[in-house]
């Protein structure tokens, strides 16, 4: 009689307990019932930056964060149960819902009262987790994912440019406005802020090389900031075609 060994796609439970698992995951209620337990999460994050109205109702707050967390915690539990292979742990969603409850769990095993405030912060990944509930999110983030390649080669072009034209900047605008561009941090700043075509108007170059290079930039950054949009405005046209053909 041969023995076939156990496949490593079912690496905790059998397949029928998982496909029930999955089945009541993908129920409508629970979709509901968790999506609206994410959004009054990102709700009262939201509410404790008042800090008269945490004063006031920070008993209530601190119950609906850990309720939420147990919820969430239950919930990423059951997907990572669920599985067929564990390497799908480290896919984006399951990260995502992993974030969204590993802060709370952090501020047990520290005393660092900065570090505690930076863990508060990342609570707000728990938006991430709507994503989840949404098609057009992770629509949108299937794009980035495919077009990774292109999105990074692009964005190192750009941070090249940006750091070329901080320190030619910087050596045209520091004699002339010493208190300005007092050092490369400085130019950095006004680059970032130009070749966005943001124009905070806080730093204006005043020399003549300045105003030229000035141009240069500002022309050079839409070129460049149009490449990525089209490039990603292409596909999600593609996907939504092809989604309406399925349909």
């Not at 920070?58 to 292979?85: A, P």
């Not at 969603?93 to 863990?119: E, Q, W």
Request: hydrophobic fraction near 50%; charged fraction near 15%.
């Amino acid at each position: 009689m041969n023995e076939t060994s156990p496949s490593s796609s079912n690496f905790f439970f059998g397949t029928s307990i998982k496909s029930r698992i999955r089945r009541f995951l993908n129920c409508r209620f629970v979709k509901v019932f968790l999506l609206l337990f994410i959004v009054l999460n990102i709700f009262c994050v939201g509410l404790e930056t008042d800090k008269s109205v945490y004063a006031k109702y920070s008993s209530i707050l601190q119950k609906i964060e850990t309720y939420s967390v147990i919820l969430f915690t239950v919930e990423y539990l059951l997907r990572f149960i669920s599985m067929d292979k564990i390497r799908n742990a480290v896919k984006p969603l399951m990260m995502m819902d992993l974030l969204a409850i590993l802060p709370y769990y952090l501020a047990f095993f520290t005393v660092d009262l900065r570090f505690l405030r930076i863990l508060r912060l990342l609570r707000i990944m728990g938006v991430f987790k709507l994503s989840r509930h949404f098609g057009a999110l992770q629509l949108i983030g299937g794009i980035f994912y495919r077009r990774r390649t292109e999105l990074l080669c692009l964005f190192g072009v750009l941070l090249l440019l940006i750091f070329i034209s901080s320190f030619f900047i910087f050596y045209a605008e520091s004699a002339a406005q010493p208190d300005v561009f007092h050092n490369i941090l400085d130019a950095f700043w006004w680059t970032v802020v130009t070749i966005t075509t943001v124009g905070y108007g806080d730093v204006c170059p005043v020399t003549a090389v300045g105003k030229l290079l000035s141009a240069f930039i500002i022309l050079v950054g839409i070129m460049l900031f149009a490449l990525p949009t089209s490039i990603l405005t292409a596909d999600f046209l593609n996907e939504f075609r092809k989604n309406n053909t399925k349909q």
